[in-house]
């Protein structure tokens, strides 16, 4: 193996090691890494000199030996950019290069996607001027959008943002200046998970997300599955009833025709009045029986869904957010019944279900996930800045 892959290996462990763990030591570094002391300390002066790291002064222990130095990144060198394409509307996030979010931008979205680029421009130029950073130190841009998007970057298809065939990669590319990363909202809420969320510790899980649709993201060994194209992982359309509703995607039966926003909106309105998800959340929480009857009947169909994931793929963990997570309380019993029917028992009992929260902050950080994986990936645009 080439040395320059095992320095860039070995700075990208440490990287997210020290973001991971801020005010680490030196040996906590090397306890945790894997690397040895001089490689530890190379890299350590490395991120220094490009302003990446900063440390604490070295505190006296009491214990025989050189005081130990805290080691954490900086917030004030580096931005990641995280750009949520959503219906109506893009959330533009600016982080630091740990990915914490510093501030949020929402403007609307153009309904020609040929203005995407310039709009996108302005917007993130306007928040940098918000926050006092300059364009510059933008080190990788993330962007999610809610429909298939091949690995390339095009999109082949968003039906709630009425654009087809379009290849945003190169729209953007062409006018903004740092590395571009795209990809479906759910691929990125599952790295979101990863990164920053319950899921930082496995290495196969599955997350069910969604609002106005249901998508799936898939961790395999520990790298995001996204298929021979990059369409891997639409799990809203796992069939849950034979010959049921119409789904958008022009199929019947499937998941997201029962249990995404606009599904469950419409059957609680027979009943009762309501607007919104929150007011459908709310009359839940009240004990409405209609509403509570419903959630009930969407804990089956999610359960049949549940039960063919645990069978196919065996994962750790299944996350769910977005509608999912929010309708979990009150669908959980009878999801639980339905899947211990129809799953295999020795792979259901090692899998755990959990209500992501991250997913519900109001500031996204899907997008930012991308921008921290396509930073600091060894297979990036171009090699990692150290």
Request: glycine share 12%.
């Amino acid at each position: 193996m080439h040395p320059s892959y095992v320095r860039q290996y070995n700075a990208t462990r440490i990287f997210h090691a020290l973001r991971a763990n801020p005010g680490i030591t030196k040996r906590g570094l090397t306890d945790l890494t894997g690397c040895d002391k001089s490689t530890v300390s190379a890299i350590l002066r490395a991120f220094e000199d490009i302003g990446f790291v900063e440390s604490d002064a070295a505190q006296e222990t009491g214990k025989r030996g050189r005081p130990s130095a805290n080691y954490r990144l900086s917030a004030d060198n580096g931005l990641l950019i995280g750009v949520h394409l959503e219906f109506e509307q893009m959330a533009i996030v600016a982080a630091s290069i740990d990915g914490t979010p510093i501030r949020k931008w929402s403007q609307p979205l153009p309904t020609d996607p040929a203005a995407l680029a310039t709009d996108l421009r302005h917007a993130i130029g306007a928040l940098c001027h918000e926050i006092s950073r300059s364009q510059d130190e933008i080190r990788a841009i993330g962007i999610t959008l809610p429909g298939l998007v091949e690995s390339s970057g095009g999109l082949a298809h968003a039906p709630s943002l009425d654009w087809y065939e379009t290849d945003i990669g190169n729209l953007l590319r062409d006018q903004i200046g740092a590395p571009v990363y795209i990809d479906n909202d759910t691929n990125a809420a599952a790295m979101a998970e990863y990164l920053f969320g319950q899921c930082g510790q496995l290495t196969d899980f599955v997350m069910i997300d969604g609002g106005l649709g249901l998508g799936g993201g898939i961790f395999l060994d520990g790298r995001p599955y996204r298929g021979a194209s990059g369409f891997g992982g639409e799990l809203g359309h796992i069939k849950v009833v034979p010959d049921g509703r119409i789904c958008g995607c022009g199929a019947q039966g499937c998941l997201s025709a029962y249990i995404a926003a606009p599904a469950l909106l419409a059957a609680a309105q027979r009943s009762l009045r309501v607007r919104n998800v929150e007011e459908l959340i709310r009359a839940a929480k009240d004990g409405a029986p209609p509403i509570l009857d419903l959630f009930e009947d969407s804990g089956r169909h999610l359960g049949r869904a549940l039960s063919d994931i645990v069978n196919i793929f065996n994962p750790s963990a299944i996350v769910l957010g977005g509608i999912v997570g929010r309708i979990w309380p009150y669908a959980e019993i009878t999801a639980r019944k339905e899947l211990a029917k129809l799953a295999m028992r020795a792979p259901l009992q090692n899998t755990q279900i959990l209500v992501s929260d991250i997913s519900a902050a109001e500031t996204p950080v899907g997008a930012v996930a991308l921008a921290l994986e396509g930073f600091t990936s060894l297979d990036g645009q171009k090699p990692g800045p150290w």
